[in-house]
């Protein structure tokens, strides 16, 4: 079965550029989460989505946004990009419900300049 | 933003050693996960623990939810060069959806 796939892999966009990051979840996953990565930290947490709904949300600006989509894939918008938005970005899925365990899909790596 | 303390923050063994590290929280959690990481990847689930005192096993790893429910421990026996990697907690608490990660223990294994 696959896993939790992300697009793109790479991204380098300029301050004040938006941008959209993909994820879909391991089939039957009906929850999605986002985390943000910085080099030398471990992830912390944007979003999470259940059903279609937000059901979480960490302590990051309004520029951050993210929706799940009827088949469960998820976007992530990030608007008016700062330089300290440069991290890797992941996407995790799991089940709820009956587990929480939470598998990361391989990241998108955004770098800001 | 908010990270559990991990420690040791690295550790340099050698291969065949046995390896300890653990996870401490000033909240109270009702799951523990640990993971591993190695460059430019996400990070990998290894084990899940639900239970107060709980100790799980996933071939050479063992974990441990301890008693106090603000912490968790993770064993390595016999490494290998492989287990080469950066290995996180997470927790999470009761009524709340997000989990909160750890800082990180480095490992470098030396064949």
């Known amino acids: 079965d696959a896993g939790v796939t992300q697009s793109p892999t790479h991204l380098i966009k300029t301050r004040g550029q938006h941008v959209t990051l993909r994820c879909s979840p391991i089939s039957g996953h009906k929850s999605v989460s986002w985390y943000q990565q910085v080099l030398g930290q471990g992830p912390q947490f944007i979003f999470q989505y259940y059903e279609k709904e937000e059901r979480g949300r960490g302590n990051f600006p309004d520029r951050f946004s993210a929706r799940q989509f009827p088949n469960y894939s998820s976007e992530l918008n990030v608007n008016a990009l700062l330089l300290g938005d440069s991290a890797l970005y992941l996407c995790?899925?799991?089940?709820?419900?009956?587990?929480?365990?939470?598998?990361f899909g391989p990241g998108t790596r955004l770098t800001v300049t | 933003g908010q990270q559990l303390n991990q420690s040791p923050q690295s550790m340099f063994i050698q291969e065949g050693e046995d390896v300890s590290m653990n996870c401490t929280s000033s909240?109270?959690?009702?799951?523990w996960l640990w993971y591993k990481q190695e460059p430019g990847e996400g990070p990998v689930l290894l084990i899940a623990l639900y239970k107060a005192g709980e100790l799980t096993s996933n071939g050479r790893l063992t974990a441990q939810f301890g008693i106090t429910r603000k912490d968790s421990f993770l064993n390595i026996s016999a490494s290998i060069p492989s287990d080469v990697g950066i290995y996180f907690c997470a927790g999470r608490t009761s009524g709340t959806y997000k989990y909160i990660f750890g800082t990180g223990t480095r490992l470098k294994v030396l064949a």
């Open positions: 909240s109270i959690f009702n799951t």
């Open positions: 995790a899925s799991s089940l709820e419900g009956t587990s929480y365990e939470q598998y």
